[in-house]
């Protein structure tokens, strides 16, 4: 395994290079007192493992190793302090390996073996770069190629290393700032720690997702991280272009819209309650229910009653307290004189309302009543 040592103090670079001699099947390329990450950009392709002292004058070292993993994701990173208390608190997720100075043989070994067992340069699965990645936020994160039904399995190594990804995806092509990221996402954390553990899962990220590097890529610009994709498909964003595309629902277009309504297979990443998508999932909820509602309105005028009810009821599942949407159901079910059925969504309506502190509207309420009487 090729091997990088980074340490601002030259006798312990010295020692841990010595230390790293007496295994012969490490192979140090590269020492240097600088941890400037464009000087040695040439060797980053050439690294399995980079020895990295956490505490550096010149720079923060897990900013610098999430610097190391945007040139080669495949590089493992184990850093080197003196001192207990930063190992704590900058690897209190595991995320990464650490050594404790003066480092011996012994701790070296099982370092090593670890590396090892992870695997220094995986073996990767030949990805064709002009293929699709179909990247669905629909219901839950998966990955999947256009030519494959099966999904990637992607493993995230912390949850907020899969909630920071999914923040970066949800403002995919726009650059956000670190700031605004600490801010967000561990606004209850120390400004030192936050920051500590935004690297970390950058880095994190990085590994999770470095055999879909050639469609997925973080670049850290200035003061924040940019998420760029290349042939990259998203659900999300297909749904909402041919919504906007499509023509004026009619009987003549109704399948194409249904089509279309067919991309959308869940809520926005309905299985997690971050605070910060909460808007955008709203908004898409309310898209889909207009656009349930011109369908089914299509189907219930040109009197094609049993899609009408099949979209009236999707609605519903949805939005149990949509009183125009339950009150065409009613009609509707009582035009085919089923009785059990406007006596059940009236009920469920009227609960469903009471769960607000809200009454059924009058004139619902109203017809209900008069139904009763002359069925």
């Known amino acids: 395994m090729n091997v990088c040592l980074f340490d601002d103090e030259p006798m312990a670079l010295d020692y841990l290079h010595h230390q790293l001699n007496q295994f012969s099947n490490i192979n140090v390329l590269h020492k240097s007192t600088e941890p400037l990450i464009d000087h040695h950009n040439i060797l980053w392709n050439e690294i399995d493992i980079v020895f990295l002292d956490i505490e550096m004058p010149e720079t923060n070292g897990l900013a610098f190793a999430e610097q190391i993993t945007a040139y080669n994701p495949h590089i493992n990173i184990v850093f080197v302090t003196a001192h207990d208390q930063y190992a704590l608190e900058a690897f209190e997720m595991h995320a990464l390996d650490y050594l404790l100075k003066p480092v011996t043989v012994k701790r070296l070994q099982k370092t090593i073996q670890r590396v090892s067992s992870i695997g220094s340069r995986p073996e990767n699965k030949h990805f064709d770069s002009t293929n699709t990645l179909q990247i669905n936020v629909f219901g839950e994160l998966t990955f999947q190629f256009k030519n494959n039904s099966s999904s990637e399995s992607i493993k995230w190594r912390t949850a907020k290393s899969k909630e920071l990804f999914l923040y970066l995806l949800h403002h995919e092509g726009k650059l956000v700032l670190k700031s605004e990221l600490v801010e967000t996402l561990w606004e209850e954390t120390d ?174 309420t109203k017809w209900y009543t008069n139904w009763k009487k002359n069925r």
């Open 191 to 364: 400004v030192d720690k936050a920051f500590a553990h935004l690297y970390v899962s950058i880095y994190n990220i990085r590994h999770a997702l470095r055999e879909l590097n050639n469609f997925m890529k973080i670049s850290n610009i200035e003061d924040g991280y940019l998420l760029q994709l290349q042939n990259v498909q998203i659900d999300k964003k297909e749904w909402k272009k041919q919504l906007l595309e499509a023509p004026a629902t009619n009987m003549n277009t109704i399948e194409t819209h249904e089509e279309i309504m067919q991309l959308y297979t869940g809520n926005y990443l309905e299985n997690v309650d971050y605070l910060w998508l909460q808007g955008e999932k709203f908004e898409l909820e309310e898209m889909w229910l207009h656009h349930s509602k011109q369908i089914a309105d299509c189907y219930r005028a040109a009197n094609h009653i049993e899609k009408a009810i099949t979209w009236y009821t999707n609605i519903i599942k949805k939005r149990p307290e949509d009183e125009n949407t339950a009150f065409h159901l009613m009609k509707l079910y009582a035009s085919l004189s089923y009785r059990m059925l406007v006596d059940y969504h009236y009920k469920q309506l009227h609960k469903s309302m009471a769960e607000l502190d809200l009454t059924v509207h009058p004139e619902i």
